[in-house]
């Protein structure tokens, strides 16, 4: 007796070949484990931990003391006619996720080699679901940072800085183009890792010295006008200017380099993505 044929689909994976930018439909189709790696990165973040999601209260806040105490009280560094404390917490705020979401794109490639050697999955999911993940984290500081604004603004009645109306609509616009182009330098970094494991270190070399050259201690408005299109050149630079400006009221806003900072974004984000589905069909045989 000849056993039935089975009705469930016949799957076939099979290479690609020629120019192929991002593969929308696979990665809908795939979006049930996206957020199952959501959920892992957020969870195992916090494994054995006591205070859990607090540590992203506490690490910028601790942060915002050590800027106030050297740069604001003993350098004497400018702040906008800000409070020292706010000035840095709000820098901060933008910075942390890109240092974070730049930390967790760049070692997509090495941290989860043994997965994507036993089974198939858009490889893009893993970055995307660490850019994700690393939003819930930007929420909790962004509701510590009110929360440090409003003691502050109740402590002083007549303070004349706080958010303007037009972050609703354009803080999470500015939020994008962090995510864009923290996910784009990332897979840059995740692809050449895979292939030149110095690259490992140089990412962390490179976050540090990255934070210096971003105005997060000295404000925009205090670099020569000559240096501001170089200033602009870094992506991360107008993000910081327009938290600033949305959260606190107070920032140097430029149409041309916020453009500028747009198309090295758009760059970064399209040639991220070209670089990283191209060395991803071949590095597990080199990892």
């Not at 090295?264 to 589905?277: E, K, N, Y």
Request: charged share 10%; with cysteine.
């Amino acid at each position: 007796m000849t056993p039935p044929e089975s009705s469930a689909p016949e799957i076939v994976i099979e290479p690609t070949h020629g120019f192929h930018f991002v593969k929308w439909r696979d990665l809908y189709a795939y979006r049930d484990l996206m957020w199952l790696l959501v959920w892992r990165d957020f969870a195992t973040r916090y494994k054995q931990t006591i205070l859990g999601p607090l540590w992203h209260v506490f690490q910028p806040l601790l942060t915002t003391v050590v800027f106030a105490v050297i740069f604001g009280q003993i350098a004497k560094l400018p702040t906008d006619d800000l409070p020292p404390t706010l000035f840095y917490l709000c820098g901060l705020l933008a910075w942390n996720y890109f240092s974070q979401t730049f930390n967790s794109t760049s070692s997509t490639l090495i941290a989860n080699a043994a997965l994507f050697g036993k089974v198939y999955f858009p490889r893009l999911i893993v970055p995307l679901a660490n850019v994700v993940s690393n939003c819930f984290s930007f929420v909790i500081q962004l509701l510590s940072f009110f929360a440090v604004l409003l003691t502050y603004q109740w402590a002083h009645p007549g303070a004349a800085f706080g958010p303007r109306w037009e972050a609703i609509v354009f803080l999470p616009l500015v939020l994008l183009q962090l995510a864009a182009f923290s996910l784009g330098i990332g897979l840059w970094l995740a692809a050449l890792t895979s292939k030149f494991r110095d690259f490992a270190v140089l990412s962390g070399f490179l976050i540090q010295l990255w934070m210096y050259v971003t105005p997060i201690i000295l404000p925009l408005t205090k670099v020569p006008p000559q240096w501001h299109i170089y200033v602009a050149l870094n992506p991360v630079t107008m993000p910081v200017e327009c938290f600033r400006y949305l959260l606190l009221g107070t920032g140097w806003i430029n149409p041309t380099l916020i453009l500028v900072s747009l198309a090295t974004t758009g760059a970064t984000l399209v040639s991220g993505i070209l670089l990283f589905q191209r060395v991803e069909k071949s590095f597990v045989d080199v990892v």
